[in-house]
């Protein structure tokens, strides 16, 4: 189990919160499945007046070859928010690839909705550079670009177009607990991991 606390959350590019949250997660994996559990709960009132809670489960099932990983999978999530009466929950399809040679990987992640938002896609490429520092500390970064369909933005954004969604740009540096000091920097969940 793991616990963030972050400045905020943003998620395949959209501020859900500008506020303070804490983000636990857990997960068990083998044999190249693995089911992760992932929250976030703002801290406190956003600019816009909300306070998201959102929760959300994955099944994954990882297919690695030398170089090139296949991870179809399936994510519910739940979303609400106690200072109004909105809330939603649905399921996506997911599919992560990459393609790794030594410290650089490339990937490729694609979610399509099919229950409430039934069609609505997301698409991201990028890649991601990580690497040892020495042998307790990794570094890395990652840039990606993404993409959207009408029926995606229409639902997460009103904006009835598809359209390219965002660039990002992301490093991070951790050492093990038992140092104790472990750091890491993302403007939100990391969507090209399960967990």
Known sequence: MEIALSSGHADRGIVISDRPVV????????????????????????????????????LTREH???????????????????????????????????????????????????????????????????????ERIKVGGSWGIAWASSRFNHAYVGIDKSALASTSVRTSSSAPPSTARCARTWPGRPTSSSG
């Open 64 to 134: 690695q070859g030398r170089h090139l990983t296949v991870g179809p999978a399936v994510r519910m999530f739940f979303y609400r928010d106690p200072l109004s009466i909105d809330s939603s929950r649905s399921i996506e399809g997911w599919l992560y690839v990459s393609y790794s040679v030594g410290p650089l990987r490339l990937f490729t992640n694609h979610s399509v909705d099919v229950l409430a938002y039934r069609g609505a896609y997301f698409g991201e490429a990028g890649f991601a550079l990580e690497r040892r520092d020495s």
């Open 23 to 58: 983000q636990p997660v857990t997960w068990v994996s083998g044999k190249g499945v693995s089911f992760s559990v992932w929250g976030s709960l703002t801290l406190g009132e956003t600019t816009d007046g909300s306070r998201p809670q959102i929760l959300e489960m994955e």
